[in-house]
């Protein structure tokens, strides 16, 4: 999902550089932010952490990790716990591909797209398991998110599940999209054969 707005800006501005010299309340500040009452600074605290987490240093990975797992878990917001479950995912967590799982079958559809998008990233052979029942989900964006990653994924389990999302009457017609897209992919259709 693209950047946008003032994250933009913040990530551009500290590419390359270290974060503790860059972000002037540093990272100790965005991992408290993540219990403030407020859920839009939690919700800004968890998004900067999944964009910068790549340049966070080992230490600031630990200390991260431990707190984004808690809101990726518990937050009463869902956009806090679609960032956390992210930045848990971009950290490379140990514990990040369950609790992503467990997110696929979060209350909040806003939640299941979010996470089921970011996990078309990640090479776990428990994630396609996961995403070909979201196929079957009532909510449109997250049957759409499903088929773009297992078609990123090009797992050949996902093919029979792709191909009947793809064929089936539905209003959501940018879910069918995805599910056809998936199943044409170059690697998908030598799979098929």
Same mark, same amino acid.
């Given at each position: 999902?693209?950047? $946008? !707005?003032?994250?933009?800006?913040?990530? %551009?501005?500290? %590419?390359?550089?270290?974060?503790?010299?860059?972000?002037?309340?540093?990272? +100790?500040?965005?991992?408290? +932010? *993540?219990?403030?009452? +407020?859920?839009?600074?939690?919700?800004?605290?968890?998004?900067?952490?999944?964009?910068?987490?790549?340049?966070?240093?080992?230490?600031?990975?630990?200390?991260?990790?431990?707190? *984004?797992?808690?809101?990726?878990?518990?937050?009463?917001? !869902?956009?806090?716990? $679609?960032?956390?479950?992210?930045?848990?995912?971009?950290?490379? %967590? +140990?514990?990040?591909?369950?609790?992503? *799982?467990?997110?696929?079958?979060?209350?909040?559809?806003?939640?299941?797209?979010?996470?089921?998008?970011?996990?078309?990233?990640?090479?776990?052979?428990?994630?396609?398991?996961?995403?070909?029942?979201?196929?079957? =989900?009532?909510?449109?964006?997250?049957?759409?998110?499903?088929?773009? $990653?297992?078609?990123?994924?090009?797992?050949?389990?996902?093919?029979?599940?792709?191909?009947?999302?793809?064929?089936?009457?539905?209003?959501?017609?940018?879910?069918?999209?995805?599910?056809?897209?998936?199943?044409?992919?170059?690697?998908?259709?030598?799979?098929? =054969?």
């Amino acid at each position: 999902m693209p950047l $946008s !707005g003032p994250v933009t800006r913040l990530t %551009s501005w500290l %590419s390359g550089r270290p974060l503790a010299k860059q972000y002037a309340r540093g990272i +100790d500040a965005l991992i408290a +932010d *993540l219990g403030n009452r +407020d859920p839009r600074t939690r919700e800004r605290a968890a998004n900067t952490l999944f964009r910068l987490a790549e340049q966070l240093t080992p230490r600031e990975r630990r200390a991260a990790e431990a707190a *984004l797992a808690v809101a990726a878990r518990k937050d009463d917001t !869902g956009l806090v716990r $679609s960032y956390a479950t992210a930045a848990l995912l971009a950290l490379e %967590s +140990d514990n990040a591909v369950p609790i992503a *799982l467990a997110a696929l079958g979060d209350r909040d559809w806003d939640v299941r797209t979010f996470v089921a998008f970011e996990l078309g990233r990640v090479h776990d052979p428990r994630i396609v398991d996961a995403l070909i029942p979201l196929l079957q =989900d009532p909510e449109g964006w997250v049957c759409e998110a499903a088929a773009y $990653s297992l078609g990123k994924l090009k797992d050949p389990r996902a093919l029979p599940p792709l191909r009947q999302l793809a064929k089936r009457e539905r209003k959501d017609v940018k879910a069918k999209k995805a599910a056809k897209a998936a199943v044409k992919a170059p690697e998908n259709a030598k799979r098929a =054969d």
